[in-house]
C-alpha cells in the first residue's frame, strides 16, 4: 500500500497547456504539502494545506492553483505552462503540522514542458 | 538567497568506512534539523533529526551533529553500506508557524559506497 502517492508520474506537454497533478496520501494525516525540485535540484515548499486550510503559500505564480476536496487529497493544478515550470514535483503528507512531525514523500511528478 | 547549503555535490567513500556529509545553514532561527535520504524515481525519506536544544543524535549507523555557533550541522553513518547510496538533503525548519512545518532544503550530496 502506497502511503503518498502520485499521478500521473510523468507528464509531457506543450507551452500553454493547462495541467493538473493528482495527490493521494492513506495516512490519516492532516498536513499535506506540495515541492518543487527544480534543475539545480533545490527541493523548494510551494503550498502547504492543514485539514482543507491554505497555511503555506509561497511566493508561486498565480497560474499555480492547489485544491483540497478532501484532508487525503491534495491536487495541482497549472495553467498556461511556461518552459521553467519543467521540473519534478513532490506531494508530502506529515500527521499534524508541528515542526517535529515527519513529512512522508511521494514517488515524485517529473513535468516537462516543450 | 539559499538559507541551506551542501557544498559538496557528491562524495564517495569506501564500504566499512565513515561517511561524512556537511550541511551549513544561515538563518538563526532555524531550530529544528533534518535529514533526508532520496533514491532516483523515489521521494526522499526521513533519516534522522535534531532539535536546536541538543548538539548530537544517534540512531544506529547514523549520526547527526550540530554546531550552533558555526551554523553546521554533519551527518555520519558508519560503517557505510552499498544501500547508503542515494542523495541525502539536509532540511531545517524554524516554529512559529501553525498547522504545517516550512522545511528548507538544501541541493543534496550524492553519495556512492565503493565495495
Known amino acids: 500500500d502506497t502511503a503518498v502517492s502520485q499521478t500521473p508520474k510523468y507528464l509531457v506537454t506543450q507551452m500553454g497547456n493547462d495541467k493538473s497533478i493528482k495527490c493521494e496520501q492513506n495516512l490519516g494525516h492532516d498536513t499535506m504539502y506540495w515541492y518543487k525540485q527544480d534543475s539545480k535540484k533545490f527541493l523548494k515548499i510551494m503550498f502547504s494545506?492543514?485539514?482543507?486550510?491554505?497555511?503555506i503559500n509561497e511566493t508561486v505564480p498565480n497560474r499555480f492553483s492547489p485544491k483540497s476536496p478532501d484532508k487525503a487529497h491534495l491536487n495541482l493544478h497549472i495553467n498556461s505552462l511556461e518552459l521553467g515550470d519543467s521540473a519534478v514535483y513532490f506531494c508530502?503528507?506529515?500527521?499534524?503540522?508541528?515542526?517535529?512531525?515527519?513529512?512522508?514523500f511521494g514517488p515524485g511528478t517529473r513535468l516537462t514542458v516543450l | 538567497d539559499q538559507q541551506v547549503k551542501q557544498n559538496s555535490p557528491s562524495l564517495s567513500v569506501q564500504e566499512g568506512r565513515i561517511s561524512i556529509l556537511n550541511c551549513d545553514y544561515t538563518?538563526?532561527?532555524?531550530?529544528?534539523f533534518l535529514w533526508y535520504k532520496k533514491y532516483p524515481a523515489e521521494g526522499p525519506t526521513f533519516l534522522i533529526s535534531i532539535s536546536s536544544i541538543k548538539d548530537k543524535n544517534e540512531d544506529g549507523r547514523f549520526t547527526v551533529f550540530l554546531n550552533k555557533s558555526a551554523k553546521h550541522l554533519s551527518l555520519h553513518i558508519v560503517p557505510s553500506q552499498p544501500g547508503d547510496s542515494a542523495v541525502y538533503f539536509c532540511?531545517?525548519?524554524?516554529?512559529?508557524?501553525?498547522?504545517?512545518?516550512?522545511?528548507?532544503f538544501g541541493q543534496g550530496t550524492r553519495l556512492t559506497i565503493n565495495p
Open positions: 532540511a531545517a525548519s524554524a516554529t512559529g508557524l501553525q498547522g504545517a512545518q516550512k522545511l528548507v
Open positions: 494545506y492543514n485539514n482543507k486550510e491554505l497555511i
Open positions: 508530502a503528507s506529515s500527521k499534524g503540522g508541528t515542526r517535529t512531525d515527519t513529512q512522508y
Open positions: 538563518n538563526s532561527m532555524f531550530d529544528y
